[in-house]
Nanobody, 124 residues
Framework: QVQLVEAGGGLVQTGGSLRLSCAASGRTGSTYTMGWFRQAPGKEREFVAA????????SYSDSVKGRFTISRDSGKNTVLLQMSSLKPEDTAVYYCAAGYSGDINSFPVSVNDWGQGTQVTVSS
Protein backbone atom coordinates (compact mmCIF):
# COMPACT_ATOMS: atom_id res chain seq x y z
CA GLN A 1 0.00 0.00 0.00
CA VAL A 2 1.20 3.48 -0.82
CA GLN A 3 1.50 6.06 1.96
CA LEU A 4 1.14 9.75 1.24
CA VAL A 5 2.98 12.26 3.41
CA GLU A 6 2.00 15.91 3.12
CA ALA A 7 3.87 19.04 4.11
CA GLY A 8 3.15 22.75 3.90
CA GLY A 9 -0.01 24.68 4.57
CA GLY A 10 -0.59 27.31 7.22
CA LEU A 11 -1.97 30.81 7.52
CA VAL A 12 -1.60 33.47 4.85
CA GLN A 13 -3.24 36.77 3.98
CA THR A 14 -5.45 37.30 0.95
CA GLY A 15 -3.31 37.54 -2.17
CA GLY A 16 -0.48 35.57 -0.62
CA SER A 17 1.10 32.29 -1.64
CA LEU A 18 1.65 28.88 -0.11
CA ARG A 19 3.14 25.63 -1.31
CA LEU A 20 2.03 22.12 -0.45
CA SER A 21 4.03 18.98 -1.08
CA CYS A 22 3.10 15.32 -1.05
CA ALA A 23 5.45 12.36 -1.20
CA ALA A 24 4.30 8.84 -2.03
CA SER A 25 6.15 5.93 -0.51
CA GLY A 26 5.92 2.48 -1.99
CA ARG A 27 5.62 1.14 -5.52
CA THR A 28 3.78 3.11 -8.17
CA GLY A 29 2.99 2.20 -11.77
CA SER A 30 3.06 4.08 -15.05
CA THR A 31 -0.46 5.43 -14.75
CA TYR A 32 -0.09 6.58 -11.16
CA THR A 33 -1.68 9.97 -10.72
CA MET A 34 -1.40 12.27 -7.74
CA GLY A 35 -3.36 15.34 -6.85
CA TRP A 36 -5.22 17.37 -4.27
CA PHE A 37 -8.72 17.69 -2.94
CA ARG A 38 -9.95 20.16 -0.35
CA GLN A 39 -12.78 20.33 2.14
CA ALA A 40 -14.05 23.50 3.75
CA PRO A 41 -16.19 23.44 6.91
CA GLY A 42 -19.74 22.39 6.12
CA LYS A 43 -18.92 21.59 2.50
CA GLU A 44 -18.21 18.45 0.53
CA ARG A 45 -14.71 17.48 -0.48
CA GLU A 46 -13.87 18.87 -3.91
CA PHE A 47 -11.22 18.19 -6.51
CA VAL A 48 -8.47 20.81 -6.85
CA ALA A 49 -5.73 19.58 -9.19
CA ALA A 50 -4.00 16.44 -10.42
CA UNK A 51 -0.97 15.34 -12.40
CA UNK A 52 -0.03 12.05 -14.05
CA UNK A 53 3.45 11.24 -12.75
CA UNK A 54 4.86 9.68 -15.90
CA UNK A 55 3.61 12.14 -18.54
CA UNK A 56 3.08 15.30 -16.51
CA UNK A 57 -0.46 15.77 -17.81
CA UNK A 58 -2.36 18.10 -15.48
CA SER A 59 -5.92 18.99 -14.61
CA TYR A 60 -7.37 21.81 -12.51
CA SER A 61 -10.74 22.78 -11.15
CA ASP A 62 -12.14 25.98 -12.59
CA SER A 63 -11.96 27.65 -9.18
CA VAL A 64 -8.15 27.43 -9.02
CA LYS A 65 -7.15 27.49 -12.69
CA GLY A 66 -4.63 30.24 -13.33
CA ARG A 67 -3.79 30.62 -9.64
CA PHE A 68 -2.56 27.16 -8.62
CA THR A 69 0.16 25.12 -10.30
CA ILE A 70 0.76 21.43 -9.77
CA SER A 71 4.10 19.89 -10.63
CA ARG A 72 5.93 16.66 -9.98
CA ASP A 73 9.27 15.06 -9.41
CA SER A 74 8.46 11.67 -10.85
CA GLY A 75 11.79 10.23 -9.76
CA LYS A 76 10.83 10.92 -6.16
CA ASN A 77 7.07 10.28 -6.48
CA THR A 78 6.50 13.79 -5.15
CA VAL A 79 4.03 16.44 -6.21
CA LEU A 80 3.95 20.13 -5.36
CA LEU A 81 0.98 22.45 -5.34
CA GLN A 82 1.99 26.09 -5.65
CA MET A 83 -0.93 28.27 -4.60
CA SER A 84 -0.89 31.96 -5.49
CA SER A 85 -3.36 34.84 -5.32
CA LEU A 86 -5.05 33.05 -2.46
CA LYS A 87 -8.57 34.02 -1.48
CA PRO A 88 -10.52 33.45 1.76
CA GLU A 89 -12.65 30.91 -0.11
CA ASP A 90 -9.53 28.79 -0.58
CA THR A 91 -9.56 28.13 3.17
CA ALA A 92 -9.93 24.38 3.69
CA VAL A 93 -8.20 21.19 4.70
CA TYR A 94 -6.21 20.06 1.69
CA TYR A 95 -5.81 16.33 1.11
CA CYS A 96 -3.23 14.68 -1.07
CA ALA A 97 -4.72 11.86 -3.10
CA ALA A 98 -3.41 9.24 -5.50
CA GLY A 99 -4.52 6.38 -7.68
CA TYR A 100 -4.23 4.74 -11.08
CA SER A 101 -5.97 6.68 -13.84
CA GLY A 102 -6.15 5.75 -17.50
CA ASP A 103 -6.61 9.43 -18.23
CA ILE A 104 -6.39 12.57 -16.17
CA ASN A 105 -10.13 13.23 -16.25
CA SER A 106 -10.92 9.99 -14.44
CA PHE A 107 -8.64 10.77 -11.52
CA PRO A 108 -11.37 11.99 -9.11
CA VAL A 109 -13.06 8.58 -9.27
CA SER A 110 -9.80 6.61 -9.27
CA VAL A 111 -8.37 7.64 -5.92
CA ASN A 112 -7.18 4.78 -3.74
CA ASP A 113 -4.82 6.51 -1.34
CA TRP A 114 -5.28 9.60 0.84
CA GLY A 115 -3.00 11.75 2.92
CA GLN A 116 -3.88 12.93 6.41
CA GLY A 117 -4.77 16.47 5.34
CA THR A 118 -3.19 19.84 5.99
CA GLN A 119 -4.93 23.09 6.93
CA VAL A 120 -4.75 26.12 4.68
CA THR A 121 -6.26 29.32 6.07
CA VAL A 122 -6.49 32.54 4.09
CA SER A 123 -7.34 35.61 6.15
CA SER A 124 -9.19 38.57 4.68
Amino acid sequence: QVQLVEAGGGLVQTGGSLRLSCAASGRTGSTYTMGWFRQAPGKEREFVAAIMLKWGITSYSDSVKGRFTISRDSGKNTVLLQMSSLKPEDTAVYYCAAGYSGDINSFPVSVNDWGQGTQVTVSS
